[in-house]
């Protein structure tokens, strides 16, 4: 790596730290948890659909199933979502937002919106620097090294 790229690495970081820093606090503000706010969300953001399980919430959030219960069960007692069994498969339950929650998820993004729009350079410079290097996003090192190692003994 040169020393532009870690830079453009270093910024992506550090504006992308500021963001969750943001994030959390537009939540708060809003008078939810980020974690109540990430859970609306990706609810609102499923293609196609209004409704979501909790297996998909918790792929979403990379959370534990157990944990994603927990979170689904204090938005429910705080009238953000409802739990309803599917009409098509009855062993499934559907997770949807209630009015008061579309809403809230509704004013809180858009306050992302404006600031996701002024990080695109940082975005461009983290992917330039990324594709710089021939890396893929989400690899670990050792699944690289395991590659490295296969295609040397070839």
Known sequence: MDKQQYMALSEFRFRLAQFLHFSESAARAGGITPAQYLLLLHLHGFEGRTWGTVGELAERLQASHQGTVALVKRCERNGLVSKRR???????????????ARGLVRRIARCHAQALSQMGEVFRAATAAGASLGGTPGRDAATARTEKDSHAEA
């Not at 599917?86 to 008061?100: G, K, Q």
């Open 86 to 100: 599917s009409r098509r498969d009855a062993r499934c339950v559907e997770i949807h937002l209630t009015p008061r």
